[in-house]
């Protein structure tokens, strides 16, 4: 009987391991597909994701399998790796700092960029939508070139996206770094960490179990048959 439970428990064991696998083969996609619908092929941006990942959901952020989902949304949103990451740090510590599920804070941050801040006042203070580009253009000259106009917009947009970015890393900054050495922040990064080598283990067991699966099925296919 306690031989029996062991090889359940290996098998348990084994099948949450290549479970792991098959959802990082799944986050790996997802983020690789993102570079490549803005133009980011490369080992260099991958590595570059998946360090982030590991950096932030063992230091007080949340689990791979969500930060892989808003990693790739703010890769989708910005075309850019680099600028990704550092969204991606500033919705974690927005969802620690102001006690906000994470993609609930991803929806926020990804709002900003966009220079939709009304609904984060709350959170970040008043932020003034900045008009400087498009009150430089007189009314003449908006209607003549309606293209100059839009240009303006987007640049009023921009600065105040950098605006309320700022205010967000002065306010929350070092919030997920604070959680993380709290005991349910200790204890979430150990278990992110264990999450993260299960996943690894999984891609590598993932071949060779495919392996053993299809000697079974052909063996099982000659019995069969006689």
Do not use: C
């Amino acid at each position: 009987v306690v031989g029996a439970a062991g090889i359940g428990s290996l098998v348990f064991g084994i099948k949450d391991v290549v479970t792991a696998g098959e959802q990082w083969q799944a986050q790996q996609a997802q983020l690789r597909n993102s570079l490549t619908a803005t133009g980011q092929q490369g080992a260099a941006s991958m590595n570059m994701l998946n360090k982030s990942i590991e950096r932030t959901a063992t230091g007080g952020g949340f689990s791979p399998q969500e930060e892989a989902t808003g990693l790739t949304q703010f890769v989708r949103l910005t075309g850019s790796a680099t600028k990704a990451v550092g969204l991606q740090t500033e919705a974690i510590n927005l969802a620690r700092g102001a006690h906000l599920g994470y993609s609930q804070a991803v929806r926020m941050v990804s709002q900003i960029q966009t220079g939709q801040t009304g609904r984060l006042q709350r959170y970040l203070g008043i932020i003034q939508p900045v008009k400087t580009a498009e009150l430089a253009l007189t009314a003449a000259q908006k209607k003549a070139n309606p293209l100059l106009a839009q240009r303006a917009q987007l640049l009023d947009k921009q600065a105040t996206a950098a605006e309320a970015n700022q205010r967000l890393i002065q306010r929350y900054g070092g919030a997920a770094a604070a959680y993380g050495h709290t005991a349910a922040g200790a204890w979430s990064n150990a278990t992110h960490g264990f999450d993260i080598i299960s996943q690894k283990l999984g891609t590598i067991l993932l071949p060779l179990l495919t392996k053993v699966a299809q000697f079974f099925i052909g063996v099982a296919q000659t019995v069969i048959a006689h």
